[in-house]
Nanobody, 123 residues
Framework: QVHLEEAGGGSVRAGESLRLSCAASGTIWNTNVMGWYRETPGLQRELVATISSEGTTIYSDFVKGRFTIPRANVKNMVILQMDRLKPEETAVYYC?????????????????WGEGSQVTVSS
């Protein structure tokens, strides 16, 4: 069984930064993809960014240049550094894991989800 423990999130003003972290525990394959999605009421959960165990990253267009997803120095942990946040990015952010896979394969391929972290950006 896999557990994704999220930390970070909170409330900031537009233009400020926040940092989310996610630590995976349980049966985690050395090959995996970890990442972040976000969800706002009435909208589908959408991809923010992912990183594979080999270091391949994918960013959604709306966060390129502002968000980064480095692998932490701790195994099976991923960080989302969010800079220059916008009010429309207020959402619940979810950590996600594709276990045993080496490349991002879409939301239907997600094996495990974190509980979600609220991020609120005020104008």
């Amino acid at each position: 069984q896999v557990h994704l423990e999220e930390a970070g999130g909170g409330s900031v003003r537009a233009g400020e930064s926040l940092r989310l972290s996610c630590a995976a525990s349980g049966t985690i394959w050395n090959t995996n993809v970890m990442g972040w999605y976000r969800e706002t009421p009435g909208l589908q959960r959408e991809l923010v960014a992912t990183i594979s165990s080999e270091g391949t990253t994918i960013y959604s267009d709306f966060v390129k240049g502002r968000f980064t997803i480095p692998r932490a120095n701790v195994k099976n942990m991923v960080i989302l550094q969010m800079d220059r946040l916008k009010p429309e990015e207020t959402a619940v952010y979810y950590c996600a894991l594709q276990n045993g896979q080496s490349f991002y394969s879409g939301i239907d391929a997600i094996d495990d989800w974190g509980e979600g972290s609220q991020v609120t950006v005020s104008s």
